[in-house]
Every structure is written in C-alpha cells, then in structure tokens.
C-alpha cells in the first residue's frame, strides 16, 4: 500500500506560479513508482497532467500545461514535484497525485492504470 500526501496548492493570480508536492510513503520495491498528476475542474472528467517514472524519464506533457509545468522527483525521499508557472484561470482545479508500483519502464497517463491517489489539493487562479 502506498499513501500519498500533497502540499502546495492555494489561490494565485494569472501569470503566477505554484509548486506541489506529493510525498509516498515507504516504497517496499526499491523505488519502483510511476508517480503522476492529474486534476479536475467541477463538470469535468479527471484529465492527466504530467507522469514520470523511477527512471527519471517523464511522459509528454498534456498540451495544455506543455511548456508552464515541469514535473521533477527525488527518489530518495519518494517525492514529485509539480512546478507550476505561468498559471491561467483555466488551469483552477484540484489537482491530484498518483502512483503506480511498477517495474516497467513504461509511464503511465492513464488514471485507471494508477491504484493510489493522494487526496487532492486546490489550485485556484484568478483573472
């Protein structure tokens, strides 16, 4: 079982940026976690952000964050990280971490394929 908690969510104005962060608890298979983002606007199906795997190697980017949101890691502690600049009004959502335990190399942007979730944190941005 992997728990995960996020942080770093709040209210900011267009143009501006936010860092979250999603720390998993202890990793009993060496690390091996496709952790990702995805967020959710009321009315609207969760939509996938940005993943990346324990190689280091991310998934593209969803178009619509491509080039505003960076999605960085430290195995060591089990974290990802979602820089987030830039920021629009169409980006206000919760967003949410996941995780997937996982050997392959393959990433993951899929939220059926990710069986932990973090409780989510809100991003708000306003115009």
């Known amino acids: 079982q992997v728990q995960l908690v996020e942080s770093g969510g709040g209210s900011v104005q267009a143009g501006g940026s936010l860092r979250l962060s999603c720390a998993a608890s202890?990793?009993?298979?060496?690390?091996?976690?496709?952790m990702g983002w995805f967020r959710q606007s009321p009315g609207k199906d969760r939509e996938f952000v940005a993943a990346n795997s324990w190689t280091g190697r991310s998934a593209p980017y969803a178009d619509s964050v491509k080039g505003r949101f960076t999605i960085s890691r430290d195995n060591a502690k089990n974290t990802v990280f979602l820089q987030m600049n830039g920021l629009k009004p169409e980006d206000t959502a919760v967003y949410y971490c996941?995780?997937?335990?996982?050997?392959?190399?393959?990433?993951?942007?899929?939220?059926?394929?990710?069986?932990?979730w973090g409780q989510g944190t809100q991003v708000t941005v306003s115009s």
């Open positions: 202890e990793n009993t298979f060496n690390n091996k976690l496709v």
């Open positions: 996941a995780a997937r335990i996982t050997f392959s190399t393959e990433i993951h942007q899929t939220s059926a394929d990710f069986p932990y």
